[in-house]
């Protein structure tokens, strides 16, 4: 059968028709390939939206966003993480959906983070902050821990998230936020401290 | 405390030793800084006890399963969109899998729905294996036959159960193409009727897309289980190939 309609069809069309068989199954590896790496990621990604935003509805939207994206991408992605990769890519697009709907706080908290590291240094170097114990922020609930994270400064909160929740090593979070791996380190003990610092505060 | 290590240093590698981040070299010291610093081993029980609330406490959560199936047809083709916008490429396309089909008509007969799918090839491989002069590669009844047909061909030869018992006997085995991954396929008899039963690994995420009941007059049922999703078609009546279903399930479980 294929012998007949190639000899019966002229050569550039069927030519062409083969470039284009060509091009469908690259299509279709493309789609599974997209498949097997963004779908088993998919939680991880929404959670991580979910932090960021602050609520389901636009978490949604931006991991919507963020897999288009990553389809467009697939091609780039290195096949080493695929979690890392996917989350690299939500957080660039909750990133983006923050800018245009949370543009203050984006502000605010670059500068924030600056303040904060460097009393941090010198806090530390003075001989530390006072602590609560670790038996008093053992009382926190669920609601009460969701509002401490969701009330954290950006940069600590996505940090915090992605190692305590979603249990990224640091080389993966300073891959996913984009700074080294010490930046890494000392967000995340700020983020601890501040939580820690607020669960007991808050605590009865 | 050596040079290296300021206060604060000292401070964050009690973080990096709780989250495991230490060679034991590092982690040795770390837990003899902590045996003499109170301050050190204060931080280290605050940064365990925060670490198991949010383990234990804090609902994991799933992504919905709304976003779930769209993000999961992303990148399938919208051939509604041909049918409505006819092109050189639909047409090409038509030729390509006509020559591939052998027919045709087939190819107007299953022409995929507004999702191209899994199911589509499942069915177009039954029909191809219905044109060929044997529906399946390896011909046998017999379980022991089968299996180990596959067991040099693909990574994971299939579970196979005899069901002539329950009225459908094995006919035998054969190996399609979803995609472009090679996966197993057993051929079972109901009377005159053939039923093709592949099975393809989960993560290739065929249970996220909607299943059709039928596509062109050929009945699908799928299901998944241990990480395979089972896609079982033929033209005995649907009640029949839900019976089989469930007899395949049930045996050996």
């Not at chain 1, 949604?60 to 690299?88: M, P």
């Not at chain 2, 050929?218 to 999703?229: A, E, F, K, P, R």
Request: overall charge neutral; charged content about 20%.
């Amino acid at each position: 059968m294929l012998v007949e309609v190639g000899n019966k069809t002229p050569k550039k069309a069927s030519s062409t028709t083969a470039a284009f068989a060509v091009g469908r199954l690259s299509d279709g590896q493309d789609r599974s390939r997209f498949q097997n790496v963004v779908l088993p990621h998919l939680a991880d990604a929404y959670v991580l939206a979910r932090w960021l935003t602050g609520n389901r509805a636009d978490a949604e939207d931006v991991v919507q966003e963020a897999c288009l994206n990553a389809f467009r991408w697939i091609g780039s992605f290195g096949g080493i993480n695929a979690r890392a990769w996917l989350l690299t890519i939500v957080r660039r697009s909750a990133y983006a959906w923050l800018k245009e709907n949370r543009s203050a706080a984006l502000v605010m908290v670059d500068d924030l983070v600056a303040v904060e590291e460097n009393q941090a240094k010198q806090c530390a170097a003075s001989g530390g902050s006072e602590s609560p114990e670790a038996a008093l922020i053992a009382k926190a609930d669920a609601l009460r821990l969701e509002s401490a994270i969701a009330a954290l400064p950006l940069p600590f909160r996505e940090t915090l998230v992605l190692r305590d929740i979603q249990e990224l090593d640091y080389r993966e979070i300073a891959e996913v936020t984009k700074v080294p791996v010490g930046t890494v380190m000392s967000r995340l003990a700020r983020a601890r401290h501040r939580l820690t610092a607020s669960l007991a505060v808050d605590a009865p | 405390m050596t040079v290296s290590a300021t206060p604060e240093d000292a401070n964050l590698l009690v973080h990096a030793y709780v989250d495991g981040e230490l060679d034991p070299a590092h982690a040795l010291e770390v837990e003899r800084q902590m045996a003499r610093d109170t301050v050190l081993a204060a931080e280290h029980a605050r940064v365990e006890t925060l670490r198991r609330l949010i383990r234990e406490r804090l609902p994991r959560e799933q992504a919905p399963q709304g976003l779930t199936r769209r993000i999961a047809a992303i990148g399938v083709p919208q051939t509604a969109r041909w049918a409505s916008h006819p092109s050189w490429r639909a047409l090409a396309a038509s030729v390509v899998l006509a020559v591939f089909l052998a027919s045709g008509s087939t190819w107007f007969a299953l022409r995929p729905g507004p999702t191209a799918t899994v199911a589509d090839m499942i069915v177009a491989n039954h029909l191809r294996a219905l044109m060929a002069p044997q529906p399946a590669d390896v011909a046998s009844s017999d379980q022991h036959t089968v299996k180990p047909w596959f067991d040099g061909r693909i990574p994971q030869s299939p579970r196979v159960v005899d069901l002539s018992q329950q009225g459908f006997p094995l006919v035998g085995g054969r190996i399609d193409v979803i995609g472009r991954v090679p996966v197993p396929t057993l051929v079972y008899r109901r009377r005159q009727h053939l039923i093709s039963l592949s099975s393809v690994p989960s993560g290739a995420s065929a249970i996220l897309e909607a299943v059709p009941r039928a596509i062109a007059g050929y009945n699908i049922v799928s299901w998944t289980d241990d990480g395979l999703t089972y896609w079982a078609v033929s033209d005995v009546a649907p009640a029949d190939l839900h019976s089989f279903a469930q007899d395949f399930r049930a045996v050996g479980h």
